[in-house]
């Protein structure tokens, strides 16, 4: 893990050396957090999470979890930290990061837990009337298969509350997951 950490940064540095620069141009600027990073920020913080499992045809499960979010690489992203229980007992930790993509006008994020084989990558488009991410993600479930999950995020009063729908072998959309976060004081 720690050679493929180098490696990639000794790309990007490489990358940055590289890049053309006549005599007397100076590089580019960096990027500087805006307008689309704030939105980030509001979910900076660490945030009580109350956790609703709605599998096809049997009742709900339900648990609890913390999540704590924080903005890096100087303001550009936010790292979000999930741990609690997938279901009694059974311990679940997740970590994702989400970016403002400048080129796609969306923001990109990733995301891998402790219940699925591997990386999930996502867009999503922010409706700032509504307080409303709305976007997808797709990456492999437990079984490892790949699915395509659609999500909305809607701030409210201290409140968010991230719902997860799948499209089932009937075609209909369903509701798999409800999270409802309150902000810790």
């Not at 997740?94 to 891998?112: E, I, L, N, R």
Request: charged share 20%.
């Amino acid at each position: 893990m720690r050679a493929l950490r180098l490696i990639a940064i000794g790309a990007c540095l490489a990358w940055i050396v590289s890049a053309p620069i006549t005599a007397g141009q100076q590089p580019p600027a960096p990027p500087t957090p805006g307008p689309e990073h704030a939105v980030l920020k509001m979910d900076e913080g660490s945030w009580d999470a109350a956790v609703e499992f709605m599998p096809p045809g049997q009742p709900p499960m339900t648990s609890k979890g913390i999540e704590v979010n924080t903005m890096g690489c100087g303001g550009l992203c936010l790292i979000t930290d999930f741990t609690g229980e997938a279901m009694p007992g059974v311990t679940f930790q997740g970590h994702g990061v989400t970016a403002w993509d400048a080129v796609k006008k969306k923001y990109a994020s990733s995301w891998t837990d402790s219940m699925s084989r591997g990386l999930s990558v996502g867009e999503a488009t922010w409706d700032p009337a509504a307080k409303r991410l709305t976007g997808w993600m797709e990456g492999p479930d437990m079984e490892g298969k790949v699915t395509k999950t659609r999500s909305v995020v809607e701030h409210k009063n201290g409140t968010r509350v991230f719902t997860a729908y799948q499209t089932g072998p009937d075609g209909k959309e369903a509701t798999v997951m409800r999270i409802t976060y309150t902000k810790r004081k």
